[in-house]
């Protein structure tokens, strides 16, 4: 926007995002408004908008930026439909919850006006992920193995937890088993037909537990064969880097998104992954830094993951962590040291955008 004069008969749109419907504000190019307006959340809604921009903007006009909410969520269709029509599309950001804020009141007409006033004042806004290329396909992959585990370990607790409440023989016939012996112990157990007593009940449940558990575990099984597939094809130099595997690499790439080009440098990466220093100096204190806790806070878990193993089994990795001791770094110092060389590495492992094609490929490219 800094480097494109605008003209009153431009249009910058602001969206808030809901889940059924959407509230767009429309301003000209030194910042009147020209109208506002509720759209469904559909490709109806979306052609509406896009058709009431076309007629404000006129013969002579330009739609120069749409400023949408929430894009990676309630807002991924719109900006999808205005990407693949050719127009550009920046993320909005969550107003600040300030003083002047509570002042000026807050709606969804407000929230979307402030979201073209943010495109129309130039700053630097982020362009959303294109999430419809392999990433796309990787982020699905990882929902549904991610959200297998997390309910395979629930199985496994509450069958833990009602063992404990069985009878003295049930419970020393399986409490001393491992877990591979538990489950198999468990799901061959045989019930009562009715369940005319506790015993019977407990068996029942047992079982019941130990066969959901063994489903999930297929499931995941078949999850994490496909996403390391799908990531070995997409980023075969990224899983092979020491202590970065096909779980890792999926939670990089999904970091990244599609349109990784987006992302300027490794240093931008490296905040996008919260493994960034950011000045903390005033005065005599000048010099100071701390650590950026935003980001992706998945991205920054994987990545210390990946430090760990390293610092087991990684020798340069080893040395460093010796001399930065002996320096008198302290291990989670050295740990933020290091994933902060990670992100670089990793950084320049990223397969580049063309790697990953998406449908709309052919459709005009989003200004940069």
């Known amino acids: 926007m800094p480097s494109m004069p605008l003209r009153r008969d431009d249009v910058i749109v602001g969206v808030d995002t809901h889940k059924s419907e959407h ?47 929430g894009t990676g969520s309630y807002g991924l269709g719109l900006a999808r439909f205005l990407r693949r029509a050719g127009h550009t599309v920046r993320e909005i950001d969550r107003p600040v919850r300030n003083g002047q804020r509570r002042q000026q009141g807050k709606n969804d007409a407000i929230d979307a006006e402030h979201a073209a006033r943010t495109v129309l004042s130039g700053a630097e806004l982020a362009t959303p992920k294109n999430a419809d290329g392999s990433v796309e396909v990787l982020r699905l992959l990882k929902i549904a193995r991610d959200t297998a585990v997390k309910a395979r370990t629930a199985a496994m607790i509450a069958l833990k937890a009602t063992l404990v409440t069985a009878d003295d023989a049930l419970r020393a016939e399986l409490e001393h088993l491992r877990d591979p012996g538990l489950i198999r112990a468990c799901a061959d157990l045989q019930g009562a037909a009715e369940l005319n007593g506790p015993d019977a009940a407990m068996r029942h449940v047992l079982s019941c537990l ?13 999850h994490a064969q496909h996403l390391k597939a799908q990531t070995k094809a997409l980023a075969p130099a990224l899983v092979q880097a020491v202590g970065v595997g096909a779980d890792i690499a999926a939670e990089m790439l999904i970091t990244a998104g599609d349109n990784n080009e987006s992302i300027r440098s490794e240093a931008a990466f490296a905040k996008m992954c919260g493994a960034c220093p950011i000045p903390a100096g005033s005065g005599q204190t000048n010099g100071r830094h701390r650590l950026y806790r935003g980001g992706n806070r998945q991205a920054n ?31 989670r110092e050295i740990i933020r040291c290091l994933k902060r060389y990670l992100a670089r590495e990793i950084y320049h492992l990223l397969p580049p955008a063309a790697a990953h094609p998406s449908p709309d490929q052919g459709a005009v490219r989003t200004a940069a």
């Open 301 to 331: 878990a994987a990545l210390y993951r990946a430090i760990i193993v390293r610092m087991r089994w990684h020798q340069p990795t080893i040395d460093y962590v010796a001399r930065r001791t002996r320096e008198g770094l302290s291990k």
């Open 23 to 69: 509230v767009a504000v429309l301003l000209d190019g030194l910042g009147g408004k020209l109208a506002e307006l509720t759209i469904p959340a559909t490709t109806a809604g979306f052609a509406q908008l896009l058709q009431v921009c076309t007629e404000h903007a006129g013969p002579g006009g330009r739609i120069t930026a749409f400023g949408v909410e």
């Open 210 to 222: 130990a066969r959901r558990w063994l489903q999930l575990n297929e499931k995941v099984k078949v």
